[in-house]
Protein backbone atom coordinates (compact mmCIF):
# COMPACT_ATOMS: atom_id res chain seq x y z
CA UNK A 1 0.00 0.00 0.00
CA UNK A 2 1.64 3.05 -1.21
CA UNK A 3 -1.57 5.83 0.17
CA UNK A 4 0.23 8.64 2.03
CA UNK A 5 -0.70 8.29 6.16
CA UNK A 6 -2.57 10.80 5.91
CA UNK A 7 -5.28 9.17 3.80
CA UNK A 8 -5.38 5.95 5.07
CA UNK A 9 -7.49 6.61 7.62
CA UNK A 10 -10.32 7.61 4.92
CA UNK A 11 -9.04 5.08 2.29
CA UNK A 12 -9.68 2.30 4.91
CA UNK A 13 -13.30 4.16 5.96
CA UNK A 14 -14.27 4.22 1.91
CA UNK A 15 -13.24 0.42 1.55
CA UNK A 16 -15.46 -0.93 4.45
CA UNK A 17 -18.23 1.27 3.41
CA UNK A 18 -18.55 0.55 -0.29
CA UNK A 19 -17.83 -3.08 0.37
CA UNK A 20 -20.43 -3.46 2.78
CA UNK A 21 -22.93 -1.51 -0.26
CA UNK A 22 -21.56 -4.45 -2.80
CA UNK A 23 -22.43 -7.27 -0.17
CA UNK A 24 -26.12 -5.58 0.46
CA UNK A 25 -26.87 -5.12 -3.12
CA UNK A 26 -25.70 -8.58 -4.84
CA UNK A 27 -28.37 -10.49 -3.91
CA UNK A 28 -31.42 -7.94 -4.58
CA UNK A 29 -33.83 -9.12 -7.18
CA UNK A 30 -35.19 -6.59 -10.12
CA UNK A 31 -37.64 -5.11 -7.59
CA UNK A 32 -35.58 -4.69 -4.79
CA UNK A 33 -33.92 -1.72 -6.91
CA UNK A 34 -36.62 0.25 -6.95
CA UNK A 35 -37.11 0.98 -3.26
CA UNK A 36 -36.83 4.30 -1.57
CA UNK A 37 -34.67 5.22 0.53
CA UNK A 38 -33.86 8.25 3.13
CA UNK A 39 -32.36 10.28 0.24
CA UNK A 40 -34.58 12.33 -1.55
CA UNK A 41 -35.74 11.63 -4.53
CA UNK A 42 -33.74 8.80 -4.64
CA UNK A 43 -34.12 4.49 -4.70
CA UNK A 44 -31.77 2.15 -4.27
CA UNK A 45 -30.40 1.99 -7.74
CA UNK A 46 -30.00 5.81 -7.89
CA UNK A 47 -28.03 5.46 -4.88
CA UNK A 48 -25.24 2.85 -6.32
CA UNK A 49 -25.53 4.57 -9.68
CA UNK A 50 -24.26 7.91 -7.91
CA UNK A 51 -21.44 5.89 -5.45
CA UNK A 52 -20.41 4.21 -9.31
CA UNK A 53 -20.70 7.68 -10.87
CA UNK A 54 -18.95 9.36 -7.85
CA UNK A 55 -15.98 6.85 -8.03
CA UNK A 56 -15.76 6.78 -11.92
CA UNK A 57 -15.04 10.63 -11.35
CA UNK A 58 -12.12 9.60 -8.99
CA UNK A 59 -10.40 7.32 -11.39
CA UNK A 60 -10.61 10.07 -13.91
CA UNK A 61 -13.47 8.79 -16.46
CA UNK A 62 -14.98 11.31 -18.43
CA UNK A 63 -18.97 12.41 -17.25
CA UNK A 64 -21.40 11.15 -19.33
CA UNK A 65 -23.16 13.79 -22.08
CA UNK A 66 -27.14 13.40 -20.86
CA UNK A 67 -30.07 14.93 -21.19
CA UNK A 68 -31.92 15.35 -17.49
CA UNK A 69 -35.84 15.43 -17.46
CA UNK A 70 -37.36 18.76 -16.54
CA UNK A 71 -40.06 16.86 -13.88
CA UNK A 72 -37.03 16.19 -11.28
CA UNK A 73 -38.83 17.51 -8.33
CA UNK A 74 -35.52 16.79 -5.57
CA UNK A 75 -33.28 18.12 -8.21
CA UNK A 76 -33.44 22.06 -6.91
CA UNK A 77 -29.56 23.25 -8.00
CA UNK A 78 -27.01 23.12 -9.95
CA UNK A 79 -25.14 20.99 -7.73
CA UNK A 80 -27.77 18.39 -7.63
CA UNK A 81 -28.39 18.67 -11.45
CA UNK A 82 -24.48 17.71 -11.66
CA UNK A 83 -24.51 14.81 -9.19
CA UNK A 84 -28.09 13.82 -11.25
CA UNK A 85 -26.16 12.95 -14.42
CA UNK A 86 -24.71 10.00 -12.61
CA UNK A 87 -27.68 8.49 -11.78
CA UNK A 88 -30.26 9.14 -14.13
CA UNK A 89 -28.16 7.98 -17.03
CA UNK A 90 -28.20 4.84 -14.79
CA UNK A 91 -32.15 4.78 -14.26
CA UNK A 92 -32.94 2.10 -17.09
CA UNK A 93 -29.98 -0.17 -16.10
CA UNK A 94 -31.20 -3.96 -14.98
CA UNK A 95 -29.77 -5.58 -11.78
CA UNK A 96 -26.83 -7.64 -13.68
CA UNK A 97 -26.02 -3.99 -15.24
CA UNK A 98 -25.88 -2.53 -12.06
CA UNK A 99 -23.77 -5.08 -10.29
CA UNK A 100 -21.30 -5.96 -12.65
CA UNK A 101 -20.29 -2.48 -13.41
CA UNK A 102 -20.22 -1.26 -9.50
CA UNK A 103 -17.65 -4.58 -8.72
CA UNK A 104 -15.92 -3.45 -12.01
CA UNK A 105 -15.24 0.20 -10.54
CA UNK A 106 -14.41 -1.46 -7.13
CA UNK A 107 -11.78 -3.51 -8.77
CA UNK A 108 -10.37 -0.31 -10.65
CA UNK A 109 -10.57 2.11 -7.53
CA UNK A 110 -8.69 -0.45 -5.79
CA UNK A 111 -6.12 -1.08 -7.93
CA UNK A 112 -6.00 2.90 -7.87
CA UNK A 113 -5.45 2.54 -3.97
CA UNK A 114 -3.00 0.46 -3.88
CA UNK A 115 -0.67 2.80 -6.23
CA UNK A 116 -1.57 5.73 -4.98
CA UNK A 117 1.58 7.45 -4.55
CA UNK A 118 0.43 11.42 -5.18
CA UNK A 119 0.40 13.69 -2.10
CA UNK A 120 -2.23 14.91 -0.18
CA UNK A 121 -2.36 18.39 -1.20
CA UNK A 122 -1.87 17.26 -4.75
CA UNK A 123 -5.45 19.09 -6.59
CA UNK A 124 -7.52 16.89 -8.10
CA UNK A 125 -11.03 17.44 -9.98
CA UNK A 126 -14.29 18.42 -7.76
CA UNK A 127 -17.59 18.85 -8.57
CA UNK A 128 -18.90 21.73 -11.08
CA UNK A 129 -16.03 22.18 -12.68
CA UNK A 130 -13.67 23.17 -9.42
CA UNK A 131 -10.46 21.36 -7.53
CA UNK A 132 -9.84 20.02 -4.34
CA UNK A 133 -7.16 18.50 -2.64
CA UNK A 134 -6.68 14.63 -2.70
CA UNK A 135 -7.40 14.37 0.83
CA UNK A 136 -10.63 16.58 1.08
CA UNK A 137 -11.47 14.68 -1.72
CA UNK A 138 -10.49 11.10 -0.26
CA UNK A 139 -12.62 12.04 2.86
CA UNK A 140 -15.52 13.23 1.33
CA UNK A 141 -15.71 9.80 -0.60
CA UNK A 142 -15.48 8.13 2.49
CA UNK A 143 -18.23 10.18 4.38
CA UNK A 144 -20.52 9.79 1.12
CA UNK A 145 -20.06 6.28 1.11
CA UNK A 146 -20.64 5.61 4.51
CA UNK A 147 -24.05 7.80 4.72
CA UNK A 148 -25.58 5.94 1.19
CA UNK A 149 -24.75 2.97 3.20
CA UNK A 150 -27.02 3.50 5.89
CA UNK A 151 -29.39 4.70 3.14
CA UNK A 152 -29.44 1.59 1.64
CA UNK A 153 -29.43 -0.27 5.13
CA UNK A 154 -32.53 1.75 6.09
CA UNK A 155 -34.06 1.01 2.99
CA UNK A 156 -33.54 -2.82 2.73
CA UNK A 157 -34.24 -3.18 6.62
CA UNK A 158 -30.71 -4.26 7.59
CA UNK A 159 -29.44 -2.12 9.96
CA UNK A 160 -25.72 -2.22 10.69
CA UNK A 161 -22.39 -0.52 10.66
CA UNK A 162 -22.84 2.61 12.63
CA UNK A 163 -19.62 2.54 14.49
CA UNK A 164 -17.81 1.80 11.46
CA UNK A 165 -14.67 3.98 10.50
CA UNK A 166 -17.08 5.77 7.84
CA UNK A 167 -19.12 6.63 10.93
CA UNK A 168 -16.28 8.86 12.69
CA UNK A 169 -14.96 10.16 9.60
CA UNK A 170 -18.47 11.49 9.16
CA UNK A 171 -18.96 12.06 13.13
CA UNK A 172 -15.79 14.56 12.66
CA UNK A 173 -17.10 16.48 8.98
CA UNK A 174 -20.56 17.15 10.86
CA UNK A 175 -18.75 18.43 14.09
CA UNK A 176 -16.85 21.01 12.04
CA UNK A 177 -20.15 22.20 10.29
CA UNK A 178 -21.85 22.63 13.97
CA UNK A 179 -20.45 26.48 14.29
CA UNK A 180 -21.32 27.69 11.04
CA UNK A 181 -25.17 26.10 12.02
CA UNK A 182 -25.59 27.47 15.38
CA UNK A 183 -24.17 30.93 15.37
CA UNK A 184 -24.72 31.78 11.54
CA UNK A 185 -27.89 29.52 10.59
CA UNK A 186 -29.77 29.48 13.12
CA UNK A 187 -28.30 33.03 14.56
CA UNK A 188 -27.48 32.19 17.92
CA UNK A 189 -26.69 35.55 19.92
CA UNK A 190 -23.24 36.64 20.42
CA UNK A 191 -21.55 35.30 23.73
CA UNK A 192 -24.10 31.94 23.83
CA UNK A 193 -23.06 28.68 24.14
CA UNK A 194 -24.57 25.55 22.35
CA UNK A 195 -24.23 21.81 23.56
CA UNK A 196 -24.43 18.64 21.78
CA UNK A 197 -24.73 15.45 23.83
CA UNK A 198 -24.70 12.43 21.11
CA UNK A 199 -25.17 9.02 22.38
CA UNK A 200 -24.86 5.69 21.27
CA UNK A 201 -22.32 3.42 19.14
CA UNK A 202 -20.78 6.89 17.91
CA UNK A 203 -20.90 9.21 21.22
CA UNK A 204 -19.84 12.75 21.69
CA UNK A 205 -20.16 15.69 23.98
CA UNK A 206 -19.33 19.09 21.77
CA UNK A 207 -19.89 22.97 22.53
CA UNK A 208 -20.46 25.57 20.35
CA UNK A 209 -19.77 28.88 21.49
CA UNK A 210 -20.59 32.23 19.97
CA UNK A 211 -18.09 35.00 20.38
CA UNK A 212 -18.75 38.35 21.00
CA UNK A 213 -18.28 39.04 17.41
CA UNK A 214 -20.96 36.53 16.06
CA UNK A 215 -18.43 33.74 14.89
CA UNK A 216 -18.53 30.13 16.32
CA UNK A 217 -16.19 27.61 17.51
CA UNK A 218 -16.37 24.45 18.68
CA UNK A 219 -14.75 22.40 21.30
CA UNK A 220 -15.12 19.52 23.54
CA UNK A 221 -15.16 21.56 26.12
CA UNK A 222 -18.34 21.40 28.80
CA UNK A 223 -20.06 24.61 29.29
CA UNK A 224 -21.33 25.89 32.61
CA UNK A 225 -24.83 27.53 31.02
CA UNK A 226 -25.19 26.70 27.99
CA UNK A 227 -28.25 28.50 26.31
CA UNK A 228 -29.14 25.53 24.56
CA UNK A 229 -28.35 22.16 24.99
CA UNK A 230 -29.86 19.45 22.86
CA UNK A 231 -29.54 15.31 23.17
CA UNK A 232 -30.00 13.08 21.23
CA UNK A 233 -28.71 9.47 19.61
CA UNK A 234 -25.88 9.08 16.96
CA UNK A 235 -28.23 7.86 14.50
CA UNK A 236 -30.84 10.48 14.93
CA UNK A 237 -28.29 12.98 15.17
CA UNK A 238 -26.48 11.88 12.08
CA UNK A 239 -30.20 11.50 10.01
CA UNK A 240 -30.82 14.72 10.90
CA UNK A 241 -27.50 16.04 9.90
CA UNK A 242 -27.52 15.03 6.95
CA UNK A 243 -31.27 15.67 5.71
CA UNK A 244 -32.86 12.04 5.86
CA UNK A 245 -35.20 12.68 8.43
CA UNK A 246 -37.14 16.03 9.41
CA UNK A 247 -37.17 17.54 13.17
CA UNK A 248 -40.78 16.45 13.38
CA UNK A 249 -40.28 12.78 12.58
CA UNK A 250 -37.48 12.24 15.23
CA UNK A 251 -38.99 14.29 18.31
CA UNK A 252 -39.66 11.59 21.09
CA UNK A 253 -35.60 11.16 20.23
CA UNK A 254 -34.36 14.94 20.91
CA UNK A 255 -34.80 16.48 24.06
CA UNK A 256 -33.77 20.11 23.83
CA UNK A 257 -33.24 22.16 26.81
CA UNK A 258 -32.81 26.12 27.58
CA UNK A 259 -33.73 28.58 24.96
CA UNK A 260 -37.07 26.76 23.26
CA UNK A 261 -36.79 29.18 20.31
CA UNK A 262 -33.19 28.67 19.70
CA UNK A 263 -33.43 24.95 19.85
CA UNK A 264 -35.33 24.84 17.28
CA UNK A 265 -34.43 27.01 15.00
CA UNK A 266 -30.66 24.95 14.70
CA UNK A 267 -32.66 21.40 14.41
CA UNK A 268 -34.36 23.51 11.25
CA UNK A 269 -31.19 24.37 9.78
CA UNK A 270 -29.26 21.57 11.21
CA UNK A 271 -29.06 19.77 8.06
CA UNK A 272 -25.40 20.79 6.06
CA UNK A 273 -25.56 17.89 3.39
CA UNK A 274 -26.37 19.57 -0.03
Known sequence: ?????????????????????????????????????????????????????????????????????????????????????????????????????????????????????????????????????????YRKRAFDTWVHEQDLRVALGTPGNLDSPGAYVARDLLIEALPKVVAKDAGAPAQSAVVFDVSGPVEFLRTVRVDAEGRGTVDGSPSLGPLVTLATDWETFYRLACGRVRPAAVADRVKADGDTELAEAILRVLAVTP
Open 1 to 137: MTVHPSLQNYADAWTHAVEAIAELVQPLVEGEWNRATPCPGWSVRDIVSHVIGMECEMLGDPRPIHSLPRDLYHVQSEFARYMEMQVDVRRHHTAPEMTSEFEYVLIRRARQLRNENRAPDTLVRAPLGTEQTLEVA
